[in-house]
């Protein structure tokens, strides 16, 4: 967890691609930006570290979306380390979250806000009755959700009542993925999910 109101935001661009910095520069709410820069440049940190080279040089690129094919999938290392680091990351308000795995993972961070409790109704019957009138409870299930769709390189496009990850006090474990909740701040919900270890040799998870 990384506090970006605490980052030197000059060092954390120094670190991005020219790609990446025109991208920040079209934000236009600016704790949205300064989160964005922190947890995309923390990130370069991370992998330059573990591969050998200045952050500035770390290469990513997209795999194909499972669901339509298109090119909103999980984003990877364009190199040959990209079959065993896997990464991902997730800004909300001042609060930044980077996980990387041996697998592929998906980590999710929400500020407690009202609004979300809106989108009750596109989440699954089992966890719009666990939610209830809950606004964190909703929250805690919206980043469950994420955190699972991130992991699974599925765009919350392709609708969110799956996976089930469920709106009590512990996730529910969909096939093929771990969920867990994290410790986050007060005022925040926030969860990571990996992709689960085949059990027998050769067997493969499709998601969920």
């Known amino acids: 967890m990384v506090d970006s109101r605490r980052c030197d935001i000059d060092e954390q661009l120094r670190r991005l691609s020219p790609h990446e910095r025109s991208t920040c520069d ?55 380390e990209a079959h065993r680091i896997h990464f991902s990351i997730s800004h909300s308000d001042w609060l930044v979250a980077i996980a990387v795995a041996d697998r592929p993972v998906g980590i999710d961070v929400q500020v407690l806000r009202q609004n979300t409790y809106s989108l009750l109704n596109e989440l699954s019957p089992v966890e719009q009755r666990q939610i209830g009138t809950s606004a964190s409870r909703m929250n805690r299930c919206w980043a469950r959700k994420e955190a699972v769709l991130k992991a699974a390189g599925i765009g919350i496009a392709h609708g969110l009542r799956a996976p089930h990850v469920g709106g009590a006090d512990q996730p529910h474990q969909p096939p093929g993925f771990e969920i867990s909740d994290l410790d986050v701040p007060r005022g925040f919900h926030g969860a990571v999910a990996v992709a689960a270890r085949p059990t027998t040799k050769g067997q493969q998870h499709d998601g969920y």
């Open 26 to 80: 079209k934000i236009g709410n600016q704790t949205h930006r300064r989160g964005w820069i922190c947890a995309h440049s923390q990130l370069r940190q991370l992998i330059a570290a573990m591969i050998g080279c200045a952050p500035s040089e770390v290469q990513f690129g997209r795999r194909p979306c499972p669901v339509c094919g298109g090119e909103g999938g999980r984003p990877v290392l364009a190199t040959d």
